[in-house]
């Protein structure tokens, strides 16, 4: 019997949709970890994962102080 995703690889996986159809595009910043997190009904360690698989898939990258954004060249 499959076992269902885990919320992180959800969310990962639907910004990562919205990332490669250009419904994000390069540069927009991305929502909080709070603001996913209620977006999401998830706990904010839960959003926190989803956003570090997306930057270790290189689609996003973090500014001090800014927030997440989009990676210019995402995935590459």
Known sequence: MPTAEPPYRLIANELT????????????KLPS????????QVHMNTASR???LL?????????SGRG?????????
């Open 17 to 28: 949709a919205r990332i490669k159809s250009g419904g994000l595009k390069p540069g927009d």
């Open 50 to 52: 989803a956003l570090s």
């Open 55 to 63: 930057h270790d898939r290189d689609l996003i990258t973090g500014q």
């Open 68 to 76: 997440t954004f989009v990676a210019q060249h995402p995935g590459q």
């Open 33 to 40: 970890t709070r603001e996913l997190a209620e977006a999401y």
